[in-house]
């Protein structure tokens, strides 16, 4: 498991260089240094850093219902499998250090390795939002809405 770490504001370069690698754009976001430095310190936000892998970002922490949102996973260099290494990681601790029941994302449909690292991770396809993304090259897309719940990564980790 990768040394996963809460991301501090020195870590900002580091976020901001990796989610601008090429490609990135389309299928990652990005925010400028001003919104992390902002969010950073939001409550209801949380910076997990992994440097050998990669970052992420999740929102809606201390939400009453319970849903945690991974707004953004974004890894140094993709095809080398760091994405399995650091998202078990990074569920794990969402699960040991929220009061989440379920863990959700969105992913750009048509980034096939994603959705099949996060359901290669537990994730289930919950549906898909019609063109709810717009990208930079003012494309839309589909988001496909992946969920993972607290009792389905209890028990895989029982398992």
């Not at 919104?35 to 949380?46: G, I, K, N, Y």
Request: glycine fraction near 8%; proline fraction near 5%.
């Amino acid at each position: 498991m990768p040394g996963l770490r809460a991301a501090t504001a020195h870590d900002i370069p580091f976020i901001m260089r990796t989610e601008r690698l090429p490609g990135y754009d389309k299928v990652v976001g990005r925010f400028d240094e001003a919104e992390h430095q902002r969010l950073l310190v939001d409550p209801s936000w949380a910076y997990l850093i992994a440097p050998e892998c990669g970052f992420a970002i999740l929102n809606e922490l201390g939400g009453r219902d319970g849903n945690v949102c991974l707004k953004r996973l974004a890894v140094v260099e993709t095809g080398k499998g760091l994405g399995s290494k650091i998202l078990p990681a990074i569920i794990e601790w969402t699960f040991e250090n929220t009061s989440a029941h379920r863990f959700w994302l969105h992913a750009i449909d048509g980034n096939a390795s994603a959705v099949q690292l996060y359901r290669k991770c537990g994730f289930s396809i919950e549906g898909v939002k019609r063109e709810a993304a717009l990208l930079p090259d003012d494309t839309r897309r589909n988001l496909i809405m992946m969920s993972i719940l607290r009792p389905e990564w209890a028990a895989a980790r029982a398992g």
